[in-house]
């Protein structure tokens, strides 16, 4: 009897491997041969379900959006406006090994992305959507200028997790500096 197999769980697990080693080398050192061996697979292997190096890039970077916005929607948006946003920030930080991988990957595509029109038409789109529903759950919670708050939060974000991962001993002042602007923002 022939073997089933899983054709999506694989390229999941392929983009994987090439997600840990975007966050550990950076995307220069990427090459279907070395997501093969991360992924315990041969070359060959590995083009049975991506038909080149841009396919899978692209692939793993939708990949690490959806686990972004898998590990926001689990946030408490019934608690108090200012420690839901708290909350939210946080998912995206480098707080712990699993969000530092994910943050180095996330900035090793976003640069990559500068010179690559399908990648940054993915960061694009994840980013539009998840601006989007941040406003849109900030004008159901009677957030003035929600747009304008949402992109505020997001660039919060973004910068603390960039400072984040090449200053890991500035974390508190960090966390403090998110609170001292979250405050501000939702006195």
Known sequence: ???T?????????????????????????????TVAAASGRSAGAVQKYF?????????A????GERIEERMSRVDTGLPLREALRALVRTVLPLD????????????FAVHAAHHPRLAAIRR????????????WLEDAACPH???????????GDGLALRMLYDPAGHEA??????????ALVP
Do not use: H, N, W, Y
């Not at 970077?61 to 690490?64: D, G, K, S, Y």
């Not at 090994?97 to 090793?108: F, K, M």
């Open 51 to 59: 038909r080149s190096k841009e396919e899978m890039l692209v692939f």
């Open 97 to 108: 090994e699993e969000r530092r991988a994910e943050a180095a990957a996330q900035l090793a």
């Open 61 to 64: 970077a939708e990949l690490a």
């Open 1 to 3: 009897m022939p073997k």
């Open 146 to 156: 929600a747009g304008a708050a949402a992109d505020a939060v997001i660039a919060l």
């Open 5 to 33: 197999v899983d054709r999506p769980e694989q390229r999941r697990q392929i983009g994987a491997a090439l997600l840990a080693l975007a966050a550990e080398r950076g995307l220069d050192q990427i090459s279907v041969r």
């Open 174 to 183: 960090l966390l403090d500096a998110l609170d001292r602007t979250l405050d």
């Open 125 to 136: 789109q994840v980013d539009r959507d998840v601006r989007d529903a941040l406003a849109a």
